[in-house]
């Protein structure tokens, strides 16, 4: 399920899985393995994903982040 949210968070971004890899410092096929949910993720990588993704990390996981508060 966190796969699946990671992966509809990026296409609502506008990014391919390369360019979400970059900005997370890692490989695209890494991020493929998280989206499939064939890679365990560790709360630092799901940081660095959620601040890539402009979102934040909250139940539900990675909500849209609001901007009307900064």
């Not at 890692?26 to 994903?49: A, M, P, Q, Y």
Request: aromatic fraction near 2%.
């Amino acid at each position: 399920m966190l796969g699946q949210q990671i992966k509809q968070a990026r296409k609502e971004e506008g990014l391919t899985q390369e360019e979400l890899a970059k900005k997370v410092s890692t490989t695209k096929s890494v991020i493929s393995e998280i989206e499939r949910g064939k890679r365990n993720i560790g709360f630092d990588t799901l940081s660095k994903i959620a601040e890539a993704l402009k979102r934040t990390i909250a139940e539900p996981l990675l909500l849209k982040k609001d901007n009307s508060s900064q």
